[in-house]
């Protein structure tokens, strides 16, 4: 079974800052992770996804994200917010075989302040 | 090309009335799954399927709901007699095929049911 935590229902960065989205997994077997941003009134948009190959994801946006298996992290970052940065975030686990069932952690909402 | 179309977008039930929830995949594609996002929750897996098959229900409660994706229109998500607590956010993806490496689904933007 698969699990994600996201550290921090709510963050606020200052425009211009770096951005930071915490999150933890738990697999029994090798997984796929992935970063879903979802804008307001709109469906979640896949922002970037691991599958075992570099451990460091670039994805759209500017965001990237790192996979360490030492500390079953996969952290989020941008290094510079900007106001449209404002939304829902969501990481997310599936395990290789079977991927098609993603397990979603509660999100968290990033909020830029001017 | 329209992304993945859910409809209503906004539906209110009373206690013991029947929910249908439509989801219109991408063009093309043929692989839908149903997810419900309740209060303060993630989003959890409830239903994949494949033009007219079920592929992995595992995620579905056992009574009072159900899915379909015919040959032909959307995909239905069903809940009869519905409590309080099925209120909560349904979200539907698609992918033109089984996802993988090289495969991401893509989500529409949720049907927001309310019972009251």
């Known amino acids: 079974a698969q699990s994600v935590t996201q550290l921090g229902s709510h963050v606020s960065v200052s425009e211009g800052a770096l951005v930071l989205l915490r999150c933890n997994y738990s697999s029994s077997v090798p997984p796929y992770l992935f970063w879903y941003v979802q804008y307001p009134n709109q469906g979640l948009q896949l922002l970037l996804k691991?599958?075992?190959?570099?451990?460091l994801v670039k994805g759209i946006n500017g965001f990237e994200a790192e996979f360490k298996k030492s500390e079953t992290s996969f952290h989020l970052t941008k290094p510079s917010a900007h106001m449209s940065d404002a939304a829902e975030y969501f990481c997310a686990v599936s395990a290789i075989v079977g991927n098609e069932k993603l397990t979603f952690g509660t999100g968290t909402r990033l909020t830029i302040i001017p | 090309n329209a992304g993945v179309m859910q409809n209503p977008r906004h539906l209110v039930r009373r206690r013991g009335q029947e929910a249908r929830l439509r989801c219109s995949p991408m063009k093309g594609h043929s692989h839908v799954y149903w997810y419900r996002q309740l209060p303060e929750e993630g989003l959890k897996f409830m239903v994949y399927l494949q033009k007219e098959n079920i592929i992995d229900e595992s995620g579905m409660p056992k009574e009072r709901f159900s899915a379909e994706f015919p040959k032909e229109g959307p995909s239905i998500l069903r809940i009869q007699q519905v409590v309080r607590g099925d209120s909560a956010a349904y979200f539907c993806?698609?992918?033109?095929?089984?996802?993988?490496?090289?495969?991401?689904?893509?989500f529409g933007q949720g049907t927001r049911l309310t019972v009251v």
């Open positions: 691991y599958t075992s190959a570099a451990t």
């Open positions: 993806a698609s992918s033109p095929q089984r996802t993988g490496v090289n495969t991401e689904a893509f």
